[in-house]
């Protein structure tokens, strides 16, 4: 590359003229060469700056829509997450704890003599719950 080459209007990093894209950014670059076409044609600006094309009103709608039932439908299904780990830690911490009122039971003379380990965890038991939610959406004209 040249000292006097031209540099890109995007990143500006120097280009050959040669060059149709940016080995930068990866411009179009052909669109801005010269032209012979009529002396009466104004010269291209220094300065090219692309205008980006805003989206029509209703993909802005729907994206937004969509952003918004997303954040939701992940939102409930930590909070339900959440709610269901607790709700089953209460159930295990209930049955593992006994209550005042609850008398033991006598043991038989059988089960004195012969030392077996406690399973403390006997009486526990495991809640788990599946929620399935289907989104659908309608048309209509």
Do not use: F, H
């Not at 044609?41 to 700056?49: G, Q, V």
């Not at 209703?58 to 039932?69: D, N, R």
């Not at 008398?103 to 788990?128: F, H, N, T």
């Amino acid at each position: 590359m040249t000292a006097t080459s031209p540099v890109c209007p995007d990143c500006n990093a120097p280009y050959e003229l040669s060059d149709n894209y940016c080995r930068q950014c990866g411009m179009y670059l052909a669109a801005l060469r010269e032209v012979a076409v009529a002396p009466a044609a104004p010269a291209i600006p220094a300065r090219y700056e692309r205008e980006r094309a805003s989206l029509p009103a209703p993909v802005k709608k729907a994206v937004t829509a969509v952003a918004i039932g997303t954040a939701l439908q992940v939102g409930m299904s930590l909070t339900g997450k959440y709610l269901a780990r607790q709700a089953a830690k209460q159930a295990v911490n209930a049955v593992r704890t006994k209550p005042k009122a609850r008398a033991e039971r006598p043991k038989p003379i059988e089960a004195a003599k012969e030392v077996q380990p406690a399973d403390e965890y006997a009486d526990a038991a495991a809640v788990s719950e599946t929620v399935i939610i289907r989104r659908v959406w309608i048309r209509r004209p």
